[in-house]
């Protein structure tokens, strides 16, 4: 009998949603492709443009609110993170909480190990009674079992990352993670809001040209990953505002007709002049529509928390 022995050299996880996304017509990658480390890092700097508000502005909701939201939240809570990435807000949450309870378990799951590394870092050492224990996870495949977790769970879901769903995914989601945990338990989501077109245009196009880098580094992520052969100049960074389906959209524009090989796919894609990859959607929401995903999703919207400008919102909702 012959033995069967895995083969040495394992495809990057990424190659089915590349083959996938730059074969359909329009071509489109999923933005979880944007988190490798080079990815987490240009986000990060992305967070301290002087145009990217919604950082900013979550952190002054923290700041301002932070002990009413714990207190709100509950008693005795094991804090669970999607999409936590270097969880630098969620410090301000958790010195409220363990001013609250004498100690406190912390779960950050995220797609990211470099990410999480940095959450670890930056954490550990820092509260002697906080317990950090990061999962490396893709959250739209399947969220890890919450309900094993000890403790009443109050899950956060920062930064208006759940805008990057299409709507109907955001409420998939939501019931999915309502399902995976108990009665009881809390969600604190962010929500970015819909305000002046020129605000949007700009977090998105902010003009040391990070946020093109970050776009850009997908196609990168795919020539280190996957041996594309893209070059990073004949492709330019669009981002603009739609307001009829209300969200930011990113798209990579390719600046003349090209094809490029991709090695480990083993083909090329071609590209028409100008032809484009659609990168992301951040959707930008009213105090309407944050209640109704949330109660479409059987949850019951609690309280929530904005900025003196009503340009970012907290949500806190509980499963019932
Ligand atoms: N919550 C942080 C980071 C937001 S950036 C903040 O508010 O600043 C989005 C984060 O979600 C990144 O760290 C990214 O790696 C992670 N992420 C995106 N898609 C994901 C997925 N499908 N599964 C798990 N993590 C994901
Ligand atoms: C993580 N997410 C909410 C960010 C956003 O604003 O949609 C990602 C991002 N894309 C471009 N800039 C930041």
């Given amino acids: ?39 987490s890092r240009l986000f990060e700097q992305i ?21 009413n939201m714990a207190e709100q939240a509950g008693n005795n809570l094991t804090l669970v993170e999607l999409g936590a990435g270097s969880a630098r807000k969620t410090r301000l949450l958790i010195e409220a909480l363990l001013r609250r309870q004498l100690r406190l378990d912390f779960y950050p799951v995220d797609v990211s190990p470099t990410a999480l590394r940095d959450a670890l870092t930056s954490l550990n ?10 999962i490396v996870a893709d959250y739209s495949h399947g969220l890890p079992s919450l309900k094993d977790f000890p403790g009443r769970k109050l899950t956060l879901f920062l930064g208006s990352t759940i805008g990057n769903f299409e709507p109907d995914e955001a409420c998939q989601f939501l ?14 989501a962010g929500f970015d809001m819909v305000k002046d077109p020129a ?30 052969r893209f070059d990073l100049d004949s492709f330019r960074h669009v981002a603009f505002w739609n307001p009829e389906a209300s969200r930011i959209e990113m798209h990579l524009e390719s600046l003349r007709e090209q094809t490029i090989w991709v090695q480990d796919l083993g083909r090329c894609f071609y590209f028409a002049h100008g032809e484009r990859i659609h ?17 479409s ?21 509980r499963v019932p």
């Fill in 175 to 188: 019931v999915e993670l309502r399902r995976s945990l108990a009665p009881g338990d809390a969600l604190l």
């Fill in 199 to 228: 605000t949007l245009h700009a977090a998105y196009n902010d003009r040391q040209g990070v946020t093109a880098r970050f776009n850009k580094n997908l196609l990168a992520r795919i020539n280190r990953e996957l041996g594309g």
């Fill in 279 to 295: 990168t992301e959607n951040s959707y930008k929401f009213t105090a309407a529509a944050i209640a109704s995903l949330l109660e």
């Fill in 297 to 317: 999703s059987g949850l019951r919207l609690e309280k929530t928390w904005t900025d003196s400008k009503g340009w970012f919102s907290e949500a806190l909702a």
């Fill in 47 to 67: 967070t301290e443009t002087p145009e990217y508000y919604p950082t900013r502005t979550e952190r002054n909701i923290f700041r301002s609110f932070v002990a």
């Fill in 125 to 134: 050492g820092d509260y002697p009674s906080l317990r950090v224990a990061p």
């Fill in 1 to 39: 009998m012959t033995a069967f022995k895995n083969p040495a050299v394992l495809l990057s996880p990424i190659a089915e949603a590349v083959r996938e996304g730059l074969s359909a017509r329009p071509k489109r990658l999923p933005p979880k492709l944007f988190y490798d480390a080079e990815g």
